[in-house]
């Protein structure tokens, strides 16, 4: 009796822990799914303020809201949408309380540029302008110092910039077409510029005279090199976060080696080993074209009588010469127009009206491999036949070119017969929608002052701010071990050219 009580009372309990046992699991079962839910949500342990704006740098124009506050510049900001290769796909949804906040926010956000105090010798100096006194910089309120005409013209990027961000401290600061502003503290800038006249520098002072042991433009470089590398400025950086323009082939020859951190403006890098210059770190700016512009054009493909047009040097070393043998494959053409040509005796003006009554205008590869006559085309309203296989265009992540230029390679243009035949199969329709195109996009290539909205100062400084967010990247990333000593040993070092490289 004893041991049936026994085992009876053991049954019991043995129900019970099996009771309790699966309360618990059951318990833990429904604790897990809740935080595997949870989990899916937006994590909380990170401050979100903290993030930057996470929406994307475009809405549509129908959701009628103001620029979003961002670390950097949208790149169509200041252009005419319908130019550029980005079309908006996806509208964003505004709430009450975002479009309020916007409103009390409705400046679009600009690129912060803090500029070096350069002495004058260093910019306006080299144009012949003398200090009163009062400053380094001249009053551009009353007289805007004259850059030399010619092809001094066409590398003359710098002075335009320069300009444009000593307007800024004078300017409405809510100027639509402002899209860079100078700010005096460094510590506020998104970059640093460095206004030196690098081209102006090389044509007109790299010669050695008798008095001298070196060139004044090479004083200048050297002047220039041991200037930014004793500023705290570049110090913290490197050098990552500065601008500098030498958009001649030639112009800092010497410095280059020595400044390689910073941000180049340049027409092209054909003269620059890929580890000094390349399209991830630096920007390709338009040349300024030299012959006039069209105005009032109302020609059409009929009124236009020569098929293809080309004038300037024919013989050129390096890839120059493309444009020997072209000679030789066109010249006999009769609506072809191939000849050697210069700025001596009128030679802007002939050039001028051959652009303008051409269907279409050569650009091919010569000491290097861009030229001022791509923008001469565009801006006569002659489609471009370029032919450069090294070539690398501004503005070109926002701007399809290939809807106003035909692009040949090297080898195919060499072959008898190709290009003149290739040029006869382009008809009227599509010759006449690739010269609309011309006409849309010129104003992205005119230099002026004061600048003016959507022209190539604005879009330099776009595709300069679009360039921020690596260099920042790199900025963090190299303060990873500033703390280590062989970090505190770094500086700055030149890198020797590639063997046989000129």
């Known amino acids: 009796m004893a041991e049936r009580n026994a085992c009876s009372s053991s049954g019991f309990i043995s129900q019970k822990l099996w009771f309790c046992l699966f309360s618990t699991i059951s318990a833990l079962f429904i604790l897990s799914w809740f935080f595997v839910l949870r989990s899916a949500n937006t994590p909380r342990f990170i401050d979100q303020s903290l993030l930057p704006n996470s929406k994307p740098p475009f809405t549509s124009e129908k959701a009628n809201s103001e620029p ?35 409103k009390c926010n409705s400046n679009k956000v600009v690129l912060k ?32 110092p004259d850059y030399p005409g010619g092809l001094n013209l066409q590398h003359s990027i710098e002075y335009w910039l320069t300009l444009d961000l000593l307007s800024s401290q004078f300017d409405d600061p809510s100027n639509p077409s402002r899209t860079a502003i100078k700010v005096d503290n460094s510590s506020e800038a998104d970059v640093i510029f460095v206004p030196f006249f690098s081209s102006l520098s090389y044509n007109r002072y790299s010669k050695v005279n008798s008095r001298q042991k070196t060139s ?28 500098i323009v030498a958009h001649h082939p030639n112009s800092l020859l010497d410095a280059r080696m020595k400044l ?15 580890n000094i210059a390349n399209v991830e770190k630096d920007v390709i700016a338009p040349y300024k074209h030299v012959i006039k512009s069209y105005f009032n054009d109302v020609s059409n493909f009929d009124s236009r009588p020569t098929l293809l047009y080309f004038q300037g040097a024919i013989y050129r070393k390096d890839g120059g010469f493309v444009r020997q043998e072209l000679f030789y494959l066109l010249k006999d053409e009769k609506d072809v127009h191939f000849s050697f040509g210069s700025v001596r005796r009128d030679g802007i003006n002939k050039a001028t009206k051959g652009m303008h009554s051409s269907k279409f205008c050569l650009n091919i590869a010569g000491d290097t491999p861009s030229s001022n006559r791509l923008f001469d085309a565009i801006a006569s309203h002659c489609v471009p036949v370029i032919i450069s296989d090294e070539i690398e265009l501004p503005y070109e992540d926002v701007l399809d070119y290939s809807q106003f230029c035909i692009f ?7 072959k008898e017969q190709f290009l003149i035949k290739l040029i006869r199969s382009i008809g009227k329709d599509e010759w006449t929608r690739m010269n609309a195109r011309l006409k849309e996009v010129e104003k992205l290539f005119e230099f002026q002052y004061p600048s003016k909205e959507g022209d190539a100062v604005q879009m330099i400084w776009q595709a300069v701010a679009r360039k921020v967010p690596a260099v920042r990247m790199k900025l963090h990333k190299s303060r990873r071990f500033s703390r280590s000593p062989s970090h505190r040993e770094r500086g700055l070092h030149s890198v020797p050219l590639p063997s046989n490289f000129w």
């Open 408 to 414: 040949v390679r090297t080898s195919d243009a060499l």
């Open 216 to 243: 004044r433009n090479k004083f200048l470089q050297e002047k220039l090199v041991r200037f930014l590398t004793a500023q705290g400025e570049w110090k913290s950086s490197g050098g990552r976060d500065h601008i």
């Open 113 to 144: 540029v803090f500029m070096y105090n350069l002495p004058p010798e260093f910019h306006f100096g080299l144009l012949d302008w003398k200090s009163d006194g009062h400053g380094v910089w001249p009053d551009i309120r009353t007289k805007v």
């Open 68 to 102: 979003q506050n961002q670390n950097h510049l949208d790149p169509t900001t200041a252009i005419n949408r319908s130019i550029l290769v980005d079309d908006e796909e996806e509208a964003t949804t505004t709430t009450p309380k975002e479009t309020q906040s916007n």
């Open 260 to 274: 390689w951190p910073a941000m180049f403006i340049l027409s092209d890098f054909g003269r620059y080993p890929p």
